[in-house]
């Protein structure tokens, strides 16, 4: 009986330990959070998302560029590297107001692209790389995305963007043209574009 009770005990002291760790852990990681982000308002600088760019963002997600981009430059204080290489300013809260779910990623077998939109501003140029990195940046291990385009012979239609591959990389007499969903995901990574200060700059406001 003595045995039993003590077991009981125990069995007590269990369940009230795990609920008191299970509400310190609800605190840290969701209460805190909340109410130091749940006000965040969007910087002056950062619109919302077009139609065409959410929708590049939808093929950018399905495509698994979140694993192997990250889209957070850090602090330099933690990462020098990230500045050096032109990735831009440490990001803020409101860089991602827009953004459900967030990308952040965990990876970068690739460059950072929170500001691709700003380092390489050239559609023409990301459909190409988008078809075939290596034309562009030779020694690339990113994978190509030929079923983003159709090559056919003779002319594009009326209203088709067609892509100019360079003279080593594009077959004559074959149209590259780029499929809707090719350009929204370059809409959206000419949307990626954080240049714009992380705070209001001396007597203004972020606009709500």
């Known amino acids: 009986m003595k045995l039993a009770g003590r077991w009981e005990m125990d069995e007590t002291r269990l369940i009230v330990g795990a609920m008191v760790i299970l509400a310190l852990a609800t605190s840290v990681l969701v209460v805190l959070p909340y109410l130091l ?23 950018y997600v399905a495509n698994g560029c979140v694993y192997c981009h990250s889209q957070q430059p850090r602090d330099p204080r933690q990462s020098p590297a990230d500045q050096q290489r032109g990735w ?10 827009y953004d459900r779910p967030h990308l952040l990623g965990t990876m970068r077998t690739g460059p950072d692209l929170l500001n691709i939109g700003a380092r390489q501003p050239s559609r023409e140029w990301h459909l190409g790389h988008l078809y075939q ?22 002319p594009a239609k009326a209203g088709e963007v067609v892509v100019n591959l360079p003279p080593d990389f594009s077959e004559p007499g074959v149209t590259l043209v780029a499929k809707p969903e090719a350009l929204d995901l370059v809409a ?5 574009d954080r240049t714009y200060p992380a705070w209001p700059l001396s007597g203004e406001a972020a606009k709500p």
């Not at 831009?88 to 107001?97: E, K, L, W």
């Open 37 to 59: 982000l749940h006000e965040i308002r969007p910087p002056a600088g950062l619109k919302p998302y077009s139609e065409a760019e959410w929708r590049g963002r939808q093929v």
């Open 88 to 97: 831009g300013r440490p990001s803020v809260a409101g860089d991602y107001v």
């Open 133 to 154: 990195p290596r034309a562009y940046v030779p020694g690339s291990i990113m994978p190509a995305y030929p079923f983003l385009f159709e090559a056919r012979k003779g």
């Open 188 to 192: 959206y990574l000419l949307a990626l």
